[in-house]
Structure formats: structure tokens, C-alpha cells
């Protein structure tokens, strides 16, 4: 049986050995390469910012599946009823403890906590939860991997009876099955390998289950197949760019299109080149 644990911190604290991050997560990484210097405000410099609705939703949805998952997994209530208060309760506690959330006034804070509760009933009635005990909820691993120089972590949302990886995303759309594999690529391939290091087995699979805020509730499951030794090897290249990157203290910005909605536009308007 996989255990859950406490969170680690997050990725990017820095060390006294030559700047190396205590450790690496996919979404860390992910985060440093599409724009180091984003990360250095948000990581490294923790400069604090209104939370997005969309990810203040997704937590508190992710909170109400923990609970019926764990649930499922200790022989514990299932009922929509126990789901519904672990969300709302989650909710309203990630808004005091994480600090103000962008909502767009009274109505549009009710309606997000109303949409949260929808998508949660959508799920437990598409027959998509699981047949079995899972072996994990919320399993937080760290571990050494080859070609790594630092621990790589990462918490799985879900690990079925057959090791089987599912990952929960809240969407506003229905997700296109191909660009979503894509897109989450080296989160399911960090998974894979913390697994195969924790327990000496490789997931037969890998699974992204969309829960989408659209009209009427849409609960999309997009399957992905287990790792071959190639996109091994790519994800550990990508994850070790971060690290290199990070501790070299290359935070540089990367201009695009995500400039648009970023947080950060006026402390990297400031920027002039060099560390932060």
C-alpha cells in the first residue's frame, strides 16, 4: 500500500551547495522553462499575488475528490454529502489561508463555488471512479533519479489497484485528447519514474481525467500509454535544464503570448538584464 504524506516544500528553495534547488517537480520545471524569470518572482522571490479563480476552483475541486477517494480507499463516506462539505469546507479555508482569490465580486465567488459542486456531482455519476481500492491517494514521493543531481518530487492525485496513474484537471473546455497528452507529458513521465524508483514497478498506464465547467458537466478521460526509455530520457533532460537553469541563476524572461495574462508584467518590465 502507498501511504500519503505531507507536502515538500516547493521547488526552486535554493541550498547552500552552489545554488542547486533542494529538489525538482515537473510543475516547477514546466514553470522555469517557459519563463525563468516569472519563476523568480513567483518561487524564488515569492512575491505574492491575488490567486487565480480557476486555481483556487481546481484546489477545492481537487479537495472534494481527495476526500471521496480516500474515502473509497479506507472504507470511509462516500456520500455526496461528505464530498460536497470537504469541498465547501476547502473552499472557504484556501481563501483565508492562501490570501485573496481574483473573483470578480459576490456573485462570481458563489457561482465558482456552485460551478466546483457541479463538477464533483458529474464525476460521481459518469461511473469513471474506481472499481477497486485504490493503492494511493495523494501520493506525495521524492526520490533520486538517474541523471538527476537533485530529488525529483511529485504528488499523484490518484494510484489505482493495478498502479494505473490518474491525474484530475479542472477545464473551462473540452480538452483536445492529443493536446492534452501533450501538454502533460512530463507530469505523467516524472510520475512514471517516481513510481518505478518507490516501488521497483512501472504504471501500466497513465490517465488525465478532465473534469470540464461547461454548461452541462463534462467528465473527459484522455488515456496516455507507460513511458518508453525515449520520453524517459527527454523528461530527465527537461528536468535537468531547470535544475542547471535554476542553479546557475539564469532567470531570464521568455516573451509570448502567456505575457498577456501574466501577474508579473510590471516587475519584468522593470527587469534590465542580469540576476533579479
Given at each position: 500500500?502507498i501511504?500519503?504524506s505531507?507536502l515538500?516544500?516547493?521547488?526552486?528553495?535554493?541550498?547552500g551547495?552552489?545554488?542547486?534547488?533542494a529538489?525538482?517537480?515537473?510543475?516547477?520545471a514546466?514553470?522555469?522553462?517557459?519563463?525563468?524569470?516569472?519563476?523568480?518572482?513567483?518561487?524564488?522571490?515569492?512575491?505574492?499575488?491575488?490567486?487565480?479563480?480557476?486555481?483556487?476552483?481546481g484546489?477545492?475541486?481537487?479537495?472534494g475528490?481527495?476526500?471521496?477517494?480516500?474515502?473509497?480507499?479506507?472504507?470511509?463516506?462516500?456520500?455526496?454529502?461528505?464530498?460536497?462539505?470537504?469541498?465547501?469546507?476547502?473552499?472557504?479555508?484556501?481563501?483565508?489561508?492562501?490570501?485573496?482569490?481574483?473573483f470578480?465580486?459576490?456573485?462570481?465567488r458563489?457561482?465558482?463555488k456552485?460551478?466546483?459542486?457541479?463538477?464533483?456531482?458529474?464525476y460521481?455519476?459518469?461511473g469513471e471512479?474506481p472499481?477497486?481500492?485504490?493503492?494511493?491517494?495523494?501520493?506525495?514521493?521524492?526520490?533520486?533519479v538517474?541523471g538527476l543531481?537533485?530529488?525529483?518530487?511529485?504528488?499523484?492525485?490518484?494510484?489505482?489497484?493495478?498502479?494505473?496513474?490518474?491525474?484530475?484537471?479542472?477545464?473551462?473546455?473540452?480538452?483536445?485528447?492529443?493536446?492534452?497528452?501533450?501538454d502533460?507529458?512530463?507530469?505523467?513521465?516524472?510520475?512514471?519514474?517516481l513510481?518505478e524508483?518507490?516501488?521497483?514497478?512501472?504504471?501500466?498506464?497513465?490517465?488525465?481525467?478532465?473534469?470540464?465547467?461547461?454548461?452541462?458537466?463534462?467528465?473527459?478521460?484522455?488515456?496516455?500509454?507507460p513511458p518508453?526509455?525515449?520520453?524517459k530520457?527527454?523528461?530527465?533532460?527537461?528536468?535537468?535544464?531547470?535544475?542547471?537553469?535554476?542553479?546557475e541563476?539564469?532567470?531570464?524572461?521568455?516573451?509570448g503570448?502567456?505575457?498577456?495574462w501574466?501577474?508579473?508584467?510590471?516587475?519584468?518590465?522593470?527587469?534590465t538584464?542580469?540576476?533579479?
Amino acid at each position: 500500500m502507498i501511504a500519503p504524506s505531507t507536502l515538500a516544500p516547493p521547488a526552486g528553495t535554493t541550498t547552500g551547495n552552489g545554488g542547486l534547488p533542494a529538489h525538482i517537480s515537473a510543475t516547477a520545471a514546466r514553470g522555469y522553462l517557459a519563463c525563468g524569470l516569472r519563476f523568480y518572482f513567483e518561487r524564488v522571490a515569492c512575491i505574492a499575488r491575488p490567486v487565480a479563480a480557476a486555481l483556487h476552483l481546481g484546489k477545492a475541486v481537487h479537495a472534494g475528490l481527495r476526500h471521496l477517494h480516500a474515502a473509497l480507499w479506507r472504507g470511509g463516506d462516500t456520500s455526496p454529502a461528505a464530498v460536497e462539505r470537504a469541498y465547501a469546507s476547502a473552499f472557504d479555508a484556501l481563501e483565508a489561508d492562501e490570501g485573496p482569490v481574483a473573483f470578480d465580486g459576490t456573485e462570481d465567488r458563489d457561482k465558482a463555488k456552485k460551478d466546483g459542486l457541479r463538477l464533483l456531482a458529474a464525476y460521481m455519476d459518469s461511473g469513471e471512479m474506481p472499481k477497486e481500492r485504490p493503492r494511493g491517494v495523494e501520493v506525495t514521493l521524492e526520490e533520486m533519479v538517474p541523471g538527476l543531481g537533485v530529488p525529483l518530487c511529485g504528488t499523484i492525485d490518484l494510484v489505482c489497484h493495478d498502479l494505473k496513474v490518474v491525474d484530475f484537471k479542472t477545464a473551462s473546455s473540452r480538452p483536445d485528447p492529443d493536446q492534452a497528452a501533450f501538454d502533460a507529458e512530463l507530469q505523467l513521465v516524472a510520475y512514471a519514474l517516481l513510481l518505478e524508483a518507490a516501488t521497483g514497478e512501472t504504471p501500466p498506464r497513465m490517465e488525465l481525467v478532465h473534469l470540464v465547467k461547461t454548461k452541462s458537466p463534462q467528465v473527459v478521460r484522455v488515456s496516455v500509454p507507460p513511458p518508453n526509455d525515449a520520453r524517459k530520457d527527454r523528461a530527465v533532460a527537461m528536468l535537468d535544464a531547470a535544475v542547471n537553469g535554476i542553479a546557475e541563476g539564469r532567470f531570464n524572461p521568455s516573451p509570448g503570448m502567456q505575457c498577456g495574462w501574466c501577474q508579473y508584467r510590471d516587475e519584468c518590465s522593470a527587469w534590465t538584464g542580469g540576476a533579479p
